[in-house]
């Protein structure tokens, strides 16, 4: 009965951050599916400035996540007056940290762009995608702090309501800005980009409303926004910093990753976006438990209850596999339909099916490594997680140069993904049982 109840805790912890992690990817999604009806060149466009992007997202993500390690060792402490003055003190740093980014972005991307992709085509409609993409992180960093925050006191319902709003309102301005229905020019690739940048913006709104309307979370002291507390930032980046660099080398290696399929030809970098749209879909429920065992890990610790830890790792392992397989089987049994969603080219479907069953059986072992992997920065040596980052993309993107040198086939360069997760797993479980991190502070 016990451990019925303790796999009903994972599920309702990482429930609502899959919702809202799947809103973010429905952005990507449609984003996709629709530009797969615009052109070849617009899809190849919009990965690579979309990786670009999430590549600067994610140092803000890596932040909300030390943010949220935080919170939930404040919940576990019982000291709930404290958690207000965290997210406080994070939206102050996320806001300057987003100015800095943009600026840096505006100023340089185009010329890094010019220097990274070898088509003419995909470099002028990766630039017109950033030019309007990169405000995003104003409120995507927002998100951010919200989502920390209630995963960290483990209430996570309104990531669903927030999921649904920036999902659904994605969709619609998709359809009217790329294609321009209802009177609005169509704007193709840059509509895409304005309709994300609106979407999180709501997202956000919607989470400043709850806060202020809420009674139930006053206790928790939010929005007193007083002096920022240089102490308390740089405690928070204690624990984030590492996972900022870690996030930003992970994308940033992905990034890289695409760049080298780009040197394969047009056709195969629009076959691997639609190929990375799938695959992040299909890694939303894992995102969900890893991001659950980092708050359950940490928590426990500030409970004084390390010796549950392992227990932890293990029963959120199992659910993790379980849920991710009954996606990979459905998808593995219709191909050409998850393919569909995307287009209509029946050339273009049939290219892509091997690298798409590349990619499931990847994401079986991404299901039962990552969870360790995460759990790491739960106890919050993660610094820990940023070595074994920098080493196996170092190891990852040799072996997808490697591949292309000798292969220069999508699907084979894909598989550099097994190797980039079977040595993520095997250092994450070697450290988890020897290293020293029962008794670390924050």
């Known amino acids: 009965m ?8 994972i599920w309702a912890i990482s ?8 809103a973010q990817n429905i952005v990507n999604i449609t984003d996709t599916a629709f530009l797969g009806r615009v052109g070849e060149v617009e899809l190849g466009a919009s990965a690579l400035a979309g990786l670009y ?29 404290a958690i207000g003055t965290v997210i406080d003190n994070g939206i102050y740093f996320l806001f300057f940290l987003a100015v800095f980014l943009i600026i840096l972005s505006l100023l340089f991307a185009p010329s890094f762009f010019r ?51 920036m999902a659904g309102l994605n969709i619609i301005l998709d359809y009217i800005l790329i294609f321009g229905k209802f009177g609005f020019p169509e704007m193709g690739l840059k509509g895409a980009a304005i309709a994300s940048v609106i979407s999180e913006a709501a997202a956000a709104i919607f989470f400043v409303i709850i806060v202020l309307r809420n009674k139930n979370l006053r206790i928790y002291n939010l929005f007193r926004f007083l002096k920022p507390q240089i102490q308390l930032i740089n405690s928070v980046l204690g624990v984030s910093f590492y996972i900022m ?4 080398i992970s994308l940033g290696g992905w990034f890289v990753f695409f760049l080298i399929i780009e040197k394969t030809g047009e056709r ?13 879909l299909l890694m939303i429920p894992v995102w969900g438990y890893c991001s659950a065992v980092s708050s359950l890990v940490s928590s426990r610790i500030g409970e ?35 393919l569909s969603v995307y287009t209509s080219d029946i050339s273009f479907i049939k290219d892509g099916i091997a690298s798409l069953y590349v990619v499931l059986g990847a994401t079986v072992i991404f299901s039962l490594t990552m969870i360790s992997f995460n759990a790491i920065s739960g106890t919050a040596n993660t610094n820990i997680s940023l070595y074994i980052e920098v080493i196996t993309i170092f190891i990852y993107l040799l072996a997808a140069w490697l591949f292309d040198r000798y292969y220069a086939k999508p699907e084979i360069i894909w598989c550099s993904e097994y190797i980039y997760y079977l040595f993520t797993g095997a250092f994450s479980i070697v450290y988890l049982w020897k290293g020293n991190w029962k008794n670390k502070r924050i």
């Open 304 to 338: 004084g209850k390390s010796d549950e830890v392992i227990l932890v790792i293990k029963r959120v392992t199992i659910m993790s596999f379980i849920t991710t397989s009954l996606l990979i089987i459905l998808v593995g049994i219709f191909p050409n339909f998850a």
């Open 53 to 81: 992007y999430f590549c600067f997202y994610m140092i803000g993500f890596g932040f909300g996540s030390g943010l949220q390690i935080v919170v939930s060792r404040r919940k576990g402490e019982k000291n709930d007056s």
């Open 245 to 248: 660099l870690q996030f930003f």
């Open 115 to 165: 220097y990274s992709i070898s088509s003419e085509a995909i470099l002028k409609q990766s630039v017109v995608f950033l030019d309007y993409r990169i405000w995003g992180l104003f409120f995507a960093f927002c998100n951010i702090v919200f989502r920390s925050f209630f995963v960290g006191i483990a209430n996570t319902r309104y990531l669903t309501y927030n999921a649904v709003i």
């Open 15 to 22: 429930a609502p951050i899959m919702l809202s992690l799947l």
């Open 268 to 280: 195969s970098l629009a076959i691997s976006n639609v190929i990375r749209s799938i695959y992040m």
């Open 2 to 9: 016990q451990n019925i109840k303790e796999y009903k805790k």
